[in-house]
């Protein structure tokens, strides 16, 4: 090599290490990542958790979508099927009842005693008027009480035979019932006027 080719590759050697300690300063080395690389990658992970989260609750929201749906035709099905067992108590209870009528139409056929006939009905009556009372069934009282819409079925309006029964029943056509705390059927009735 010539003297000459000696200096030039010297100045590309120096400006070599010149460029190297004049590099951008936020620039680091090839190695290492630069801060907006990391924030990237930040930002990614975060994306990722939120995602996961989002997944998550989906898949919870769908489950208990389901288990409600589930739930509801279940407590559907049991309502239905208590409804029809729940009148089978009541039809058991009226069964002994039956059999006293047809006991009673058995002996009135060859019966003479008008007597004992009328006192094996009120049997049977009074034991049905236990049954309901058990029940929760109960008459209401309507015979020359005040008139209330309410309470009465006004079938028709009379004179009242005295003056203290007008706007009172003076007949009760037909009984009214209550069931517990609730009227069942409204007594049919007759109004002084």
Same mark, same amino acid.
């Given at each position: 090599?010539?003297?000459?080719?000696?200096?030039?590759?010297?100045?590309?050697?120096?400006?070599?290490?010149?460029?190297?300690?004049?590099?951008?300063?936020?620039?680091?080395?090839?190695?290492?990542?630069?801060?907006?690389?990391?924030?990237?990658?930040?930002?990614?992970?975060?994306?990722?958790?939120?995602?996961?989260?989002?997944? *998550?609750?989906? &898949?919870?929201?769908?489950?208990?979508?389901?288990?409600?749906?589930?739930?509801? =035709?279940?407590? $559907? !099905?049991? +309502?239905?099927?208590?409804?029809?067992?729940?009148?089978?108590?009541?039809?058991?209870?009226?069964?002994?009842?039956?059999?006293?009528?047809?006991?009673?139409?058995?002996?009135?056929?060859?019966?003479?005693?008008?007597?004992?006939?009328?006192?094996?009905?009120?049997?049977?009556?009074?034991?049905?008027?236990?049954?309901?009372?058990?029940?929760?069934?109960?008459?209401?009282?309507?015979?020359? *009480?005040?008139? &209330?819409?309410?309470?009465?079925?006004?079938?028709?309006?009379?004179?009242?035979? =005295?003056?203290? $029964? !007008?706007? +009172?029943?003076?007949?009760?056509?037909?009984?009214?019932?209550?069931?517990?705390?609730?009227?069942?059927?409204?007594?049919?009735?007759?109004?002084?006027?």
């Amino acid at each position: 090599m010539t003297d000459q080719s000696k200096p030039a590759m010297e100045d590309k050697k120096v400006k070599a290490k010149k460029k190297k300690k004049t590099a951008h300063p936020l620039k680091k080395k090839t190695g290492e990542k630069t801060r907006a690389e990391k924030k990237t990658k930040k930002a990614e992970k975060i994306k990722e958790s939120y995602e996961e989260k989002i997944a *998550e609750l989906q &898949d919870k929201y769908i489950r208990l979508s389901a288990d409600f749906d589930n739930y509801r =035709k279940r407590t $559907l !099905k049991e +309502k239905i099927e208590l409804t029809k067992s729940a009148n089978a108590d009541i039809l058991l209870n009226l069964l002994p009842i039956m059999d006293d009528f047809e006991r009673a139409l058995i002996s009135m056929e060859g019966a003479k005693d008008c007597k004992a006939m009328k006192e094996g009905i009120d049997l049977i009556y009074n034991k049905f008027t236990e049954f309901l009372k058990f029940s929760g069934v109960k008459e209401i009282d309507a015979m020359h *009480e005040e008139f &209330d819409t309410d309470l009465h079925e006004a079938v028709t309006k009379i004179p009242a035979p =005295k003056k203290k $029964l !007008k706007g +009172k029943v003076l007949e009760v056509i037909q009984k009214g019932y209550w069931l517990n705390e609730k009227i069942i059927r409204y007594p049919k009735v007759v109004i002084g006027e």
